[in-house]
């Protein structure tokens, strides 16, 4: 999906609770606040949980809706910086972040790599890599994402980007929603 209709779907409605992802939550409520990067932001909730955490965030996302309504949930106070740009082309920097997450971005496969490769490039060593998004595995046995084969997650695709690196987590989760489980791909890595 382009930006216009990321924008259009945003200005529609609400499409995510405030609330964040249990599962990247969980994970990263341990993590000592630093530096994160929150790729493919959306209205942000994952940045706002980690600024309310204490951690300074940079939230990229090339919809400005979606971004607009991540700023305005904002408490005062909150260290976020909200970067309306396309992750394909956008500086995500290089060794920087003690933290990078990537959270249902959904791409064609050669473009996924590409965003993968460089946020994990932006993780700084010692620093942590959270990827989550629906999982090949959601077409027979799961419900909701994209139904597009080419677009969705496998542990084969996020192990890719990190290898070398300590895995924490990489593997098929369920996710129970309203409808129905939904089967995610979870990758959490630690930067040697
Ligand atoms: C399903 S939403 C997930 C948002 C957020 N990560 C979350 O979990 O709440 C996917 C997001 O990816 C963004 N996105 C898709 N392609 C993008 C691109 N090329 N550059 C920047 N953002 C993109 C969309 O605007 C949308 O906000």
């Given at each position: 999906m382009e930006a216009a209709e990321w924008d259009r779907r945003y200005a529609e409605a609400?499409?995510?609770?405030?609330?964040?992802?249990r599962t990247a939550a969980e994970l990263t409520a341990g993590l000592h606040p630093g530096r994160a990067l929150d790729v493919?932001?959306?209205?942000?909730r994952m940045a706002l949980w980690l600024a309310r955490g204490g951690w300074d965030v940079e939230a990229v996302d090339f919809s400005a809706v979606g971004l607009r309504r991540g700023q305005q949930d904002a408490?005062?106070?909150?260290?976020v910086t909200w970067r309306v740009e396309d992750v394909l082309t956008a500086?995500?920097?290089?060794?920087?972040?003690d933290l990078v997450l990537v959270l249902?971005?959904?791409?064609?496969r050669p473009q996924m790599v590409d965003v993968l490769a460089r946020s994990a490039g932006a993780v700084r060593p010692g620093g942590y890599l959270l990827v989550l998004g629906h999982d090949s595995e959601n077409l027979t046995r799961g419900i909701g994402?994209?139904?597009?084969?080419?677009?969705l997650y496998d542990p084969e695709l996020l192990g890719g980007a990190v290898r070398g690196w300590g895995i924490s987590r990489l593997e098929r989760i369920d996710r129970g929603t309203d409808s129905g489980t939904a089967v995610d791909t979870l990758l959490f890595a630690h930067r040697p």
């Open positions: 609400r499409q995510w609770s405030v609330e964040p992802n493919a932001a959306g209205e942000g408490p005062p106070g909150a260290r500086d995500l920097g290089s060794a920087e972040f249902y971005l959904h791409l064609p994402g994209p139904q597009d084969p080419d677009v």
